[in-house]
């Protein structure tokens, strides 16, 4: 089920499943990504309690492996909406703990509030259980470009940073192979082929805001709080007409975790009956 929102020029458009954002439009501009599945058949997806992959799909949690798919599984479920005026939505999923799966009973929540130029989105992780939860959490959008090696990312600050090299046959990243991306610098010039390894992952970074742009055009901007890393990411080999600009809390494993849950790099931790908030806004300027 779609629900959409409206404030003044602005729209957007929620699906139900996964409570994925579909659409949205500021001055008369659709920011997001259209879905194609020839390229990539989301837009917008979450990604909880998993980001990328564990080692080999498993993953230690209380003395127990268990089963944990690439970006967890809040994605492919169906939300149910809790609240709505014309302008905001609230979509809900509770989950419930099977044998040999994540453990912990815990709800996700996400709110959607348009305003005439920026959509503002709320994640929040209520624990329901009682012990400590422990998971990743993070956004996926995927902005709409031409070219993107006509693009830069343009950070709030002056970073010194590098990024981990995935590597693509056991799909972790390699602690000690790094990239540096900038040097004292805040823009990043972009290309298809920085993706040939697949996602960008920054994950010792200052800046909470960050700008997409095509040649002088603002395509968007990602602000974020709450999430402490960034990745970006586009399919390899396609050079499709998007950019996925995700804050993240947590990530695919590196080489050398413990393989441990709980001590996963950007793990976070929630009490019995406590909730984590993260934020996410996308504008147009």
């Known amino acids: 089920m779609i629900t959409e929102l409206s ?3 602005a729209s957007a458009k929620i ?3 996964g409570a994925e954002l579909k659409s949205l439009i500021i001055g008369g501009r659709e920011i997001m990504w259209n879905s194609d599945p020839a390229f990539w058949g989301k837009s917008s997806p979450v990604l909880f309690p998993a980001i990328g992959n564990v080692k080999a799909n498993k993953t230690v949690i209380d003395g127990k492996t268990i089963d944990l798919p690439k970006h967890g599984f809040a994605r492919d479920n169906e939300f149910s909406r809790q609240r709505s005026t014309p302008s905001s939505v609230v979509y809900s999923y ?3 703990p099977k044998d040999g799966q994540y453990p912990y009973k815990c709800m996700l929540s996400i709110s959607y509030s348009l305003y005439v130029d920026k959509l503002v989105i709320n994640y929040y992780v209520f624990n329901s259980g009682n012990k400590t939860m422990a998971f990743c959490i993070g956004a996926h959008p995927a902005i709409a470009c031409k070219n993107l090696d006509n693009c830069t990312i343009k950070f709030e600050k002056r970073e010194n940073a590098s990024t981990p090299v995935m590597n693509l046959k056991t799909r972790l990243f390699e602690s000690e192979n790094r990239i540096e991306r900038l040097k004292n610098s805040s823009v990043l010039q972009l290309a298809y082929d920085m993706f040939d390894n697949d996602v960008v ?7 909470r805001s ?10 968007a901007t990602i602000s974020f709080t709450g999430f402490d890393s960034l990745g970006l990411w586009t399919p390899a080999g396609k050079r499709a007409g998007f950019l996925c600009i995700e804050p993240w809390c947590g990530s695919d494993d590196y080489d050398n975790d413990s393989g441990v849950f709980a001590e996963k790099k950007g793990i976070q931790l929630v009490g019995p009956h406590k909730r984590g908030e993260y934020s996410m806004t996308i504008s147009a300027k």
Do not use: P
């Open 94 to 96: 509770s989950y419930f």
């Open 7 to 9: 404030c003044g020029n």
């Open 210 to 219: 960050v700008t997409f742009k095509e040649g002088s055009r603002t395509l």
């Open 201 to 207: 992952y920054f994950d010792d970074i200052k800046s």
């Open 15 to 17: 699906d139900s499943k």
